[in-house]
């Protein structure tokens, strides 16, 4: 299927911002919902936001909400997540996924990027 190359992780201080990228390698980009997810250590892997198809329907974790924005652009087969205001608890490994929407708001996905690291400290 598709391949997820991931970028824009790295060390922010608390309130700052980052913006990751995940571009896939497939025309068929456009045909996937695709999301983010992440795990800190000793935690389990949890939704952060997913966006449909076209962009037009968007779903956010509570924690990321008003925080937080997915974005698309097929054109480029990228997905981006805006993170403004991080928090210390905001430090994950962040991963992007494809899928249909359905999967990808329970979870549901075989189709992963690499994985990114987003540490926020002071």
């Known amino acids: 299927q598709v391949q997820l190359a991931q970028s824009g992780g790295g060390l922010v201080q608390p309130g700052g911002s980052l913006r990751l990228s995940c571009v896939g390698s497939?025309?068929?980009?456009?045909?996937?919902?695709m999301g983010w997810f992440r795990q800190a250590p000793g935690k389990e892997r949890d939704f952060v936001a997913a966006?449909?198809?076209?962009?037009?329907?968007?779903s956010y974790a509570d924690s990321a909400k008003g925080r937080f924005t997915i974005s698309r652009d097929n054109a480029k087969n990228t997905v981006y997540l805006q993170m403004n205001s991080l928090k210390p608890e905001d430090t994950a490994v962040y991963y992007c996924?494809?899928?249909?929407?359905?999967?990808?708001?329970?979870?549901?996905?075989?189709?992963w990027g690499q994985g990114t690291q987003v540490t926020v400290s002071s």
């Open positions: 996924a494809a899928a249909d929407w359905n999967r990808l708001i329970l979870g549901l996905i075989d189709n």
């Open positions: 966006i449909s198809t076209r962009g037009i329907t968007k």
């Open positions: 497939a025309q068929t980009f456009s045909s996937y919902a």
